[in-house]
């Protein structure tokens, strides 16, 4: 089996060393970028698994390093790492296109599973298998494994967690699907921060399926989401 190829882009020096020793003991192969522009050169020179990025960083910070990655890849699993508590900036880290954050400081074995997590998105879960993994949604063809959104021949890339929430709002359609266990399933934990990245990734969803007005993702407060299509 290949190695995973990780790309970490952190400015501290003595954190880059330690986490390259602990994940290449868990087999992982790892590059490291000591700023936003090396991070964006070895990004599209070395083409990762997973990008592991600081937010604050000299010359380029994470923002802008994965704003511009974005511009062409949308598929590539990000996690940045900050020191930042301010629930807006893990908001815009999410808009911008991360997929996970883990807040400084951090324990090894917490990095490990995170990282181990957004791979294991890559792949069709077993529930897809035996379910199906394609759904009309309105005028919308949505297939959960290619994790594409199709309108009158237009496609949408989805991110994992984009694609993993609509399919479980299509397999539970016109009923309510529980927000704590899209949290446990999809973060790990219901933490504040967390439910308030999950209403972001629902406003995204609802946006791209914003062509049809039949459509509406509703918020059921304090319960979950119910998907309605007619």
């Not at 050169?41 to 990008?51: G, H, I, M, N, S």
């Not at 090894?108 to 599973?113: A, P, Y």
């Not at 219901?190 to 993702?217: A, C, G, P, W, Y």
Request: with cysteine; aromatic share 8%; charged share 25%.
């Amino acid at each position: 089996m290949q190695p995973i190829n990780i790309l970490l882009v952190e400015d501290e020096s003595t954190l880059a060393m330690i986490i390259k020793d602990t994940l290449e003991g868990q087999g992982f192969h790892i590059r490291l970028a000591g700023d936003g522009e090396e991070g964006l050169r070895l990004f599209f020179q070395e083409k990762p698994d997973v990008l592991v990025a600081d937010v604050m960083m000299p010359r380029m910070d994470g923002f802008e390093m994965v704003r511009r990655i974005r511009k062409t890849d949308s598929r590539t699993p990000v996690l940045f790492l900050t020191a930042r508590s301010s629930v807006n900036d893990v908001v815009e880290g999410f808009e911008l296109g991360g997929n996970d954050y883990l807040k400084k400081p951090f324990g090894m074995q917490e990095l490990i599973v995170r990282i181990k997590a957004l791979l294991g998105r890559a792949c069709p879960t077993t529930s897809d298998a035996s379910t199906g993994h394609t759904f009309e949604i309105g005028q919308y063809v949505f297939d959960s494994q290619k994790q594409t959104l199709i309108y009158t021949g237009l496609v949408q890339e989805l991110s994992y967690r984009e694609s993993e929430i609509l399919r479980r709002l299509c397999l539970n359609r016109d009923q309510v699907t529980d927000m704590r266990q899209l949290l446990f399933d999809l973060w790990g934990d219901d933490t504040f921060f967390n439910q308030r990245s999950l209403h972001v990734f629902i406003t995204k969803l609802r946006h791209k399926l914003s062509k049809d007005e039949r459509i509406r993702i509703v918020n059921v407060r304090g319960i979950g989401y119910r998907l309605i299509t007619g």
